[in-house]
Antibody, heavy 117, light 107 residues
């Protein structure tokens, strides 16, 4: 069965770029016509959709983050990635990757990224 | 953006109770709605898709209904493992948006 796993630094300094990777196992990222998404959850708060990428490379970004977000895909490594630039403390959150245009899943377990000097 | 208003924000109930959670969309979303359960420290897990279809492996005590702007998630007989936070999600229009969550606690 398909599984997703986020990885990346747990601590990022203000004004720097947050970089996370989601590794897909148990299936190919480029088959099945799936979309691959990033979602985040601020500590103790609700869920915020960041954006998606299709295996062809087409992307969608939430307008609230669009100026700072880049999502990319590496089909050779079965991974997709998130970059969020110019981070502030407000970007401290658990970041999840997930499969599906409707976020049906599976989801990764999530990774906490703290923005602090 | 489509706003998803979930109610109540928290709920206390006992094992065996029937519970209903409501989600209202700020505009019509057909049946492009899912319900998710999240336990502390875990990723959300989808229970219902297409507003009323049960995700594979999810117990039949969970059910969803609604279309357009008003949706409900019903748990027919609460079990101890059901105490968690529940979210609705609309994927009719981008950006995808979530309800603010309903925290279901043990009475």
């Amino acid at each position: 069965q398909v599984q997703l796993q986020e990885s990346g630094p747990g601590l990022v300094k203000p004004s720097q770029t947050l970089s996370l990777t989601c590794t897909v196992s148990g299936g190919s990222i480029s088959t099945g016509g799936y979309y691959w998404s990033w979602i985040r959850q601020h500590p103790g708060k609700g869920l915020e959709y960041i954006g998606y990428i299709y295996y062809s490379g087409s992307t969608y970004y939430n307008p609230s983050l669009k100026s700072r977000v880049t999502i990319s895909i590496d089909t050779s490594k079965n991974q997709f990635s998130l970059k969020l630039s110019s981070v502030t403390a407000a970007d401290t959150a658990v970041y999840y990757c997930a499969r599906g245009l409707d976020i049906g899943g599976p989801w990764g377990q999530g990774t906490l990224v703290t923005v602090s000097s | 953006d489509i706003q998803m208003t979930q109610s109540p924000s928290s709920l206390s109930a006992s094992v065996g109770d029937r519970v209903t959670i409501t989600c209202r969309a700020s505009q019509g979303i057909r049946n492009d709605l899912g319900w998710y359960q999240q336990k502390p420290g875990k990723a959300p897990k989808r229970l219902i898709y297409g507003a009323s279809s049960l995700q594979s492996g999810v117990p039949s005590r969970f059910s969803g209904s609604g279309s357009g702007t008003e949706f409900t998630l019903t748990i027919s007989s609460l079990q101890p493992e059901d105490f968690a936070t529940y979210y609705c999600l609309q994927h009719n229009s981008y950006p995808i948006t979530f309800g603010q969550g309903t925290r279901l606690e043990i009475k």
